[in-house]
């Protein structure tokens, strides 16, 4: 039996992918055994406040416990990379177990678990029928339920503020709209906020101090940012007007005892500037001076346990490094950076508590890790601990190379990942996985502790990343050369990419699949319009294929928020006509006899992208003869994969690969 798009009954859509050949079954045992170990996380052992916590086993919703120790040794703040003698599992306390809650749970599935900042509290994120919930229970038992709180938005995150918890909540298009304030002993909650203009959305932004937090009412071109504080009175207070141009960072500082926003702005020449705007007495803006270097760009400013760190770039190098504030006796003065060394691969330990450390883990051979820590003290650093995220004993190498454009006039980065070898490491007319995305100035990363990429290379592919134009990897010029009325530099960016790599050798071009996402899917969709036949399979995940009629339509957020990313088709033709010649669903008959299977999966509680365009879009495809299919998950959002769903992933993905591995056509 044929399933088609048309098909909402999923049973039908498992066994349509259920193959009985030995290279499938093999791969999906293999695909899932990789992805399910890469996914469910525990972390190490680290002490927050005065207690030691480990995540165990950390794979919501389906298993994770949180286990904690008294602090025995004041001094003692290095996380342990397992279980020791004196951190064991039989003298721990269990303060939460999804295998374990209280009845009130029943039914519902655990997105989420946070810790309040003084460890009272537990916020646990609930879902049920496409609508968010946060139970708050204290911390030393669960099933003292203190506060349930209904229908908040996840998008925009929440916040644990002194004794309570800053939420939002959307308004009936889905955006993110109001900010309400409750009280852990107060029933009421408190609207503190409300968007009302339909072209932005709130976000909270949680920042390293437990009586403060941020609230930002964001489009892409402008925002308007707040700090709420619980120390003066609920007080609700302006520190960035949506009457000034975006900023590119905000966060909390404390300097010379007094608190600041600390607003990261760009200058006429587009280099990162930091202003201090104070939050408390006369709020005055003060330029910060940072070694009055003129070369350096300052891309982010922030706080950890008193110390604050600035990430910028000097000499095309992004670095990051302390300010040193102790001996500014007047806030106008010049402040000194203390370079810290660490390379582009390392990033900041998320578990970072300790009053005089600050840990950092270095990526090496992309699934080798290394926890260090920097001693605030006389800066200086130690190697705390080394470990492989893999369960095998092997290595990935990686390379990158670079493809010319059609006008000759760009190279395009590719990044390349396989197995390393020792009796096969050539890279000759490789069987491979094209991955893009190529919109909103996002900077495409490696493959660092990402399941699926890991199994595709494990399972013996070449897998690629074509940071095509529109995306953020080579800056902002690199953004704005793929955006709006230059949309097609990155549909023809991931062709030039995949000629190149065939043309050297490096893949062989009858085994070539494309893997996308979200804003990807109209690379992807107008690259099937463009070359039918340049890939064996795709497999997209909540593709955003129908660009112009969300764009054209006035009861979709897109056409309001979007404008800034794709153009304004409503109100300039020009926009309307170019957008029109790439969208994937307006020029789906030049995608005609097709030989690529195209496989989508989409959630129905999807906010972002239409599951009704990617149906009309599949049933298109299928009725010019291409074979297309598309799963409609119904129980989640944006993406269609559920957390710990590695039943059906690797099902979909060991076919994927099967099929790529296929020679072209031979099912004519």
Known sequence: MRVTSNSYENSYFHNLFE??????????????????????KTSYIFRKNNFWYIFEEWILPN???????????????????????????????????????????????????????????????????GYFDIAISELE??????????????EASFDFVDEGIVFVRTDHLGRPSKVYYESFIDPESILIYEEVEDIFRIRIQKVNEPYYTLIKSESYS?????????????????????SKSKPVSINILTVQGKKYAGIVI????????????????????????INIDETISIHKIWEINDVILVKYLKKEHIQIGVLLTKNIKNIEEIFLIKELQINSHSKLYQNNFSPNLLFFIEYNNICDETIFAYSMLDFKKSIVFQSNILTKDEKICSSMVWASSRDKNTQIPISLYWKCLSDDNDLYKRKGVVNVYGAYGKKEKGINLDPMAVAVIEAGFLYCIAHVRGGG??????????????????????IDCCDFLINEKILNEEQIGLISSSAGGIVAGASLNVRPNLFKAMLLFSPFINPLGALMDLEDPLSKTETIEWGDPINNPEDRKYIESYSPLQNVQNALGSKTSIVSITGLQDIYVSTKDILKWSNKLNYYKVDSKVYVNSQVGHGGIGAGDFEFISKILSNFLCSIGEKKYDNE
């Not at 303060?95 to 916020?123: H, T, W």
């Open 19 to 40: 193959r009985s050949d030995e290279e499938y079954l093999s791969k999906k045992i293999e695909l899932k055994q990789i992805i399910e170990s890469l996914s469910t």
């Open 63 to 129: 298993k994770g416990i949180i286990r904690r120790w008294d602090v025995k040794d004041e001094s003692d703040w290095i996380p342990k990379k397992d279980f020791t003698t004196e951190f064991r599992k039989d003298n721990s306390t269990i303060i939460f177990d999804v295998g374990n809650l209280p009845k009130q749970f029943e039914g519902y599935e655990i997105n989420r678990v946070s810790i309040s900042s003084m460890d009272s509290y537990l916020a646990i994120t609930v879902s049920k029928d």
């Open 141 to 154: 038992s669960i099933s003292q339920q203190t506060k349930w709180i209904r229908n908040i938005s996840l």
């Open 222 to 242: 402008r925002s308007e940012v707040y700090v709420y504080s619980t120390k003066q009175k609920l007080d609700l207070i302006e520190i960035w007007s949506k």
């Open 266 to 289: 760009k200058d006429k020449n587009r280099k990162g500037r930091c202003l201090l705007r104070e939050i408390d007495g006369v709020r005055k803006v003060i330029p910060l001076c």
């Open 473 to 494: 990897f080579l800056g902002g010029k690199w953004y704005r050369a793929g955006k709006q009325g230059k949309k097609w530099n990155s549909i023809y960016d991931l």
